[in-house]
Antibody, heavy 112, light 109 residues
Framework: EVQLVESGGGLVQPGGSLRLSCAAS????????MHWVRQAPGKGLVWVSR????????IYADSMKGRFTISRDNAKNTLYLQMNSLRVEDTAVYYC?????WGQGVLVTVSS | QAVVTQEPSLTVSPGGTVTLTCGSS?????????PYWFQQRPGQAPRTLIS???NKHSWTPARFSGSLLGGKAVLTLSGAQPEDEAEYYC?????????FGGGTRLTVL
């Protein structure tokens, strides 16, 4: 059974940092591009970033460039999203996925 | 950044057929945009229905199908069921960067 489990969310102050993790199982993690997608409360899906199966290529949405860093550890079947200089508008549920399979999401709240 | 457009809301009768569209501000949508369609029910994670324009997954009900028509990606639901009431999102790829549409709220009534 495919499982994607996000963790690392929570409450952080504006300007702070947070690292999200996504533990994958049930599929061959090191053969898939992986993505992060977010959804602000009551809003639509917004694509954040993607990383190639071997980690050699990363692509970001324009609004996330420079603040967010996607990475992966194929030995641990884990995807990461390092988020710096967080803003109130980064408040959202963050989902990891392959675009076929999706995790249940983790809530990040940026507030003072 | 490109803008992907979807109908904000649609209504379909139970057993009826409805077409959701996905357009691009850059011009016609092609298979090279790798259109995807997702279903999201309230409080749930998105679920992929269609990938790469037409490909269904093992969990995709047979009543859903994807295509290209009139320069847009299209999701067709034939024989709507009450459980199909949900938000539907499409996504398009632009040289590897992905853009989601704003979503279509589908009501089965």
């Amino acid at each position: 059974e495919v499982q994607l489990v996000e963790s690392g969310g929570g409450l952080v102050q504006p300007g702070g940092s947070l690292r999200l993790s996504c533990a994958a199982s049930g599929f061959t993690f090191n053969t898939y591009w992986m993505h992060w997608v977010r959804q602000a409360p009551g809003k639509g899906l917004v694509w954040v970033s993607r990383i190639k199966s071997d980690g050699s290529t990363t692509i970001y949405a324009d609004s996330m460039k420079g603040r967010f860093t996607i990475s992966r550890d194929n030995a641990k079947n884990t995807l990461y999203l390092q988020m710096n200089s967080l803003r109130v508008e980064d408040t959202a549920v963050y989902y990891c996925g392959t675009f076929y399979y999706w995790g249940q999401g983790v809530l990040v709240t940026v507030s003072s | 950044q490109a803008v992907v457009t979807q109908e904000p809301s649609l209504t379909v009768s139970p057993g009826g057929t409805v077409t959701l569209t996905c357009g691009s501000s850059t011009g016609a949508v092609t298979s090279g945009h790798y259109p995807y369609w997702f279903q999201q029910r309230p409080g749930q994670a998105p679920r992929t229905l269609i990938s790469d324009t037409t490909n269904k997954h093992s969990w995709t009900p047979a009543r859903f199908s994807g295509s290209l028509l009139g320069g847009k990606a299209v999701l067709t639901l034939s024989g709507a069921q009450p459980e199909d009431e949900a938000e539907y999102y499409c996504s398009l790829s632009y040289s590897g960067a992905v853009v989601f549409g704003g979503g279509t709220r589908l009501t089965v009534l």
